[in-house]
């Protein structure tokens, strides 16, 4: 009964490490995209003068 | 016909703003051990004194309003409109006792600000603010952020019934777990896990950028406590300009973007359902959304030549319009350099995105990404409709978390929300532009108060008229509860008076 | 002619030597941009280093501004603002950027020579008798309601 509530902990822990690690993704891939557009427009303008 | 409310209805009231009291006035104990530590002697007695009030009051209004009678709608959305008004009013007390607030109105204006997590100050020397002062400024945004409602009940409340009914009004309409205590509770959990992570990162990044290590500890820490509850709050006058780290920067960007995720999102990503991140409605719109900002913030800043090269323009730009966007208010400008350099297209934008704010159950301010979401469902469906058949049926699907199918009522609700919003934001205007303001400036500082940002184009300062410093008070604290729950203290109100 | 030319240029001189505001840096930032400007104000908080050169922040009652300089220029201030301290007053004479392109973007001064006005002190924060009063009798006060508040069921 311990083990099986040890071996549960230790999977909660695993999931909340994995799913933070998932959640801080989507703050990178903004960023990413964001910083994308910005060296687009900084191109496509700077030929367009 | 009117029911007017009876003695047992502004008991139950009375009792629960009582025990809001009470945990407010506990908390006072963490910058009461602050000032301790740091041997602060006017502080600690700053906190002594209004941590005594505060508690006094609480256990005076439990005792005197005691009673059985079980709590309903109408008493859960007062209590949540009123709790923010009155932990304000008490928590104000410590700053006006402090002297670094010009007047009590000044103090309240800053309690409110940090509670409501919108984060305009007008503290008058910041840079020379005890340490004890700066975390209950900063701690409040924390407490507001978790919702004062949510704290007090997991606290000093057997569950039931009656918790819900205080959650829902405090605006935040969806329950996560049955249990009002296991939501509350769970809410504090994953946002204690946050804390130990986000500050350790913060304070680490700190250190290596020059500062001392207890001072990298305070600051890493007071910047997450602003910064993932999207309140803006900074130690000190440059904002994050005193810490010229792109660094740090980068990290807050990170944190503050969390900070907009509804807190479903973090329990179901937490708990192993990491597709939720791609499926859900309001995290694809934000995205969609940051982007068509930045698209014209860019636009804006390169027609302008604001900045000399992709990189700085991209850092400043950036990092200004999610600050916006997550209703944050952090910044890396003076707003007088906002104001005269970016221009109207990029402050439209800014303004725009500072209306839509984030998501749902998070501590974000605006109209909310799922409202959005909702309306334009709404009217792809209505024009569908137009081109089918008149019997045929239409269900509309969306995804928050699980499958929903759009109904009227859900789309009226975000539609009415949607409508006030806009509505206070162009009265906010009006009265700025009546105080002598120009209707542009008036309008961004309208939008930023209303949605919770905390972003200045300069008219909010400690010299503000008085009756503008009211009116943006009313709008902070009218946006953060979403209206619903002072459409009830405004019920409950007519019906003491007209009711039988 | 030539006693007058001098006195022009002394009185030029002086006039240049007076500080400007932040304020004024900051909305005129354009106009200053990449001119050799004279700031004065209280530097606040820490001091903090980059390589071989720091970043001091200095107020001047109405705005901070980010002072960008080598180590020996900073060495002039030793003491930093805070709660318990005012700090120094500096004048600091060096090149203003708008939107510095080596600093992303930020609104600095690169300064070449930072001089000591005045040096900070550290500020008596004397306790106020009526707050003490105050705290103990609210402090009686909640003890008594809170025994009675722990009888309620």
Known sequence: ?49 | MLIKPRLEDHKIVGFYLGTVLVGLGAAMGIPLLTALCFREWNPLLDYSLSGAITLSLGFALRLSCFTKKEIGWLHGLTVAALSWLVAALMAALPLYFSGGFGSYLDALFEAMNALATAGFSLVRDLDHLAVAHNMWRHLLMLLGGQGIVVIALSMLVRAGAGGFKLYAGEGRDERILPNILHTARFICLISSLFLVLGTAVLALILWSEGLPPVKALLHGLWLFMAGFHTGGFTPQTQSILYYHSWRLELALLGLIILGIFNFHLHYAVLSGDKKELRRNIELNIFFLSVLLGAFLVFWALIQRQVYPGLLAMFRKGSFLLISAHTSTGYTTLYPAQLFREWGQLALLALMTAMSLGGSVCSTAGGIKILRLGLIGKALRQDVQRLLLPDNAVLAEKYHHIKDAFLNDKIVRGAALITLLYLAVFLLGAVAGVCYGYPFFAALFESISATSNTGLSCGIINPALPAGLKIIYLLQIWAGRLEFIAIFGLLAYGWSCWRGK | ?153
């Open chain 1, 1 to 49: 009964m311990a083990k099986r509530r040890a071996a549960s902990g230790w999977r909660t822990l695993w999931l909340g490490c994995t799913g933070l690690l998932a959640e801080l993704l989507y703050p990178l891939a903004l960023l990413a995209g964001v910083f994308l557009l910005a060296a687009a427009l900084t191109l496509v303008l700077s030929h367009a003068h």
């Open chain 3, 1 to 153: 002619m030539r006693y007058l030319s001098v006195l022009f240029f002394l009185l030029g001189a002086l006039a240049a030597a007076e500080p400007i505001g932040s304020a004024e840096l900051i909305v005129q930032a354009a106009k200053y941009d990449g001119r050799r400007v004279v700031y004065q104000g209280e530097v606040i908080g820490d001091i903090l280093p980059r390589g071989d050169k720091v970043w001091l922040n200095v107020h001047d009652g109405q705005n901070a501004l980010g002072i960008f300089t080598t180590r020996s220029a900073a060495a002039q201030s030793k003491t930093a603002g805070s709660y318990r301290q005012r700090g120094d007053i500096v004048r600091v004479s060096g090149v203003l950027h708008r939107a510095c392109a080596a600093h992303g973007g930020d609104l600095d001064i690169h300064a070449e020579k930072i001089e000591l006005i005045a040096a900070g002190f550290p500020l008596a924060r004397p306790a106020a008798k009526w707050k003490i009063v105050l705290a103990l009798l609210f402090a009686a006060l909640t003890f008594s309601l809170g025994r009675l508040n722990s009888r309620l069921k």
